[in-house]
């Protein structure tokens, strides 16, 4: 049976961390509309937030701290591989000790968040039958508001016509 770890970059943890928490959330912007109260319009996803916590025991708990530290300090992004998920780019955020260290035991919690691929989107779109600045913000995952200020003749809120040209933020 293959033995489960959690690596980043070539930083291979020796013990599992004693937590690891995988948090997944989408952007989302919220809307004045005039006269109708608010709207939310998803943005898409954020990435996920990985946290935990964790001990290095023993004779080499100093060693193993020093080795993580310096992962953390190199900065940039890495391939962080986490028992029983796939393989994601993330951005190493956080190192703190948890506590006095003490002979033989090192505590710290981290922080990773996932570097999503950029979204590959045409710079230019042309509106579909129904189409309204609010869809076509949905659909592209823009802000309405950037929108409308790349596309100043778009109507508000009235469908805008098939085959129009509008320019993505």
Known sequence: MEKLKMVF????????P???????????QKLSLQKAGEAVQDLGPAGRTVTGEG??????????W?????C???????????PGAG????????????GPPREGRIAYTFTFWEVLPPLRTPR??????GDSLWRLANRWGVPVDAL?????????CNEIAEGERVVLP
């Open 87 to 98: 393989p994601m780019e993330a951005l190493f955020l956080k190192l703190a000790l948890s």
């Open 55 to 64: 001990l290095f025991l023993g004779a080499r708990a100093v060693s193993d």
């Open 18 to 28: 004693e937590e690891i928490t995988v948090s997944d959330t989408r952007q989302a």
């Open 124 to 129: 230019v779109v042309s509106a579909q039958a």
């Open 72 to 82: 953390f300090s190199a900065g940039g992004t890495g391939t962080l591989l986490l």
């Open 9 to 16: 970059r070539d930083f291979v943890w020796p013990q599992l």
């Open 66 to 70: 020093e080795a993580l530290w310096r």
């Open 148 to 156: 409308l200020k790349r596309n100043p003749n778009l109507p508000w």
